[in-house]
């Protein structure tokens, strides 16, 4: 266990739906990141969130929209997905933003249909 | 952009050998940290390595860096079947890293 927790581990949708995917950390840490994990492609930052403000957005499409209530959780909300979107979705944290340590979840496995 | 890039992209080698993957990045670093996927999970951080050194250690791992040349690499001393995985480097900004190294340890 890394400290860093997401549910769900597997989650299937249609295009048409909403869901969120969820991220907690206990480790005290102050940033916070969603990667995307595609088959055969480098790992992608898509959000950076450092004491619960956004220092991120790589370039990611509005379908995909984050949360941060606090230092401790994460959201990603999704909707109107494509295909292609499916991915495992990663969360991690570290104690500053970008260039110390991250800590990761273990994923969510998501597959649009 | 800074980007980590790792070679070679697989590697397969009997139980007890020494492993040896390669990552080379384009920008000026603070630090590179390498890290380890096992399949389908999450990235496990192994180690990190300060621009202002040039050699690290951490049990069967040793990691280098040459600054000069914009690269670093990761030994796995006396490989075990558990070291199957991907091995990833990532330049201290955690924005990009490469496709990564994967492993496969040969009983």
């Known amino acids: 266990e890394t400290g860093v927790t997401q549910t769900p581990r597997h989650l299937v949708m249609g295009m048409t739906n909403k869901k969120s995917l969820k991220c907690e950390q206990h480790?005290?840490?102050?940033?916070m990141y969603w990667y995307k994990q595609s088959a055969k492609k480098p790992l992608e930052l898509m959000f950076v969130?450092?004491?619960?403000?956004?220092?991120e957005n790589n370039s990611v499409p509005s379908r995909f929209s984050p949360e941060c209530p606090n230092s401790s959780h994460l959201f990603l909300h999704l909707h109107t997905l494509q295909p292609e979107d499916s991915a495992l979705y990663l969360c991690?944290?570290?104690?500053?933003?970008?260039?110390?340590?991250?800590?990761f979840g273990q994923g969510t496995r998501l597959t649009v249909v | 952009s800074q980007q980590g890039e790792e070679d070679p992209q697989a590697l397969s080698i009997q139980e007890g050998e020494n492993a040896t993957m390669n990552c080379s990045y384009k920008?000026?670093?603070?630090?590179l940290q390498w890290y380890r996927q096992n399949s389908g999970r999450g990235l496990v951080h192994l180690i990190l390595?300060?621009?202002?050194?040039r050699e690290k250690h951490s049990g069967r791992l040793r990691v280098t860096l040459d600054t000069s040349k914009k690269s670093s690499s990761l030994l796995i001393t006396a490989s075990r079947a558990a070291d199957t995985a991907s091995y990833f480097c990532?330049?201290?900004?955690?924005?990009?890293f490469g496709k990564g190294t994967r492993l496969h340890i040969l009983p």
């Open positions: 480790l005290g840490h102050n940033a």
């Open positions: 920008t000026s670093i603070n630090n």
């Open positions: 390595i300060r621009s202002n050194e």
């Open positions: 991690a944290s570290s104690q500053e933003p970008l260039g110390s340590e991250a800590f």
């Open positions: 969130y450092n004491f619960k403000e956004q220092t």
């Open positions: 990532a330049t201290d900004s955690l924005v990009i």
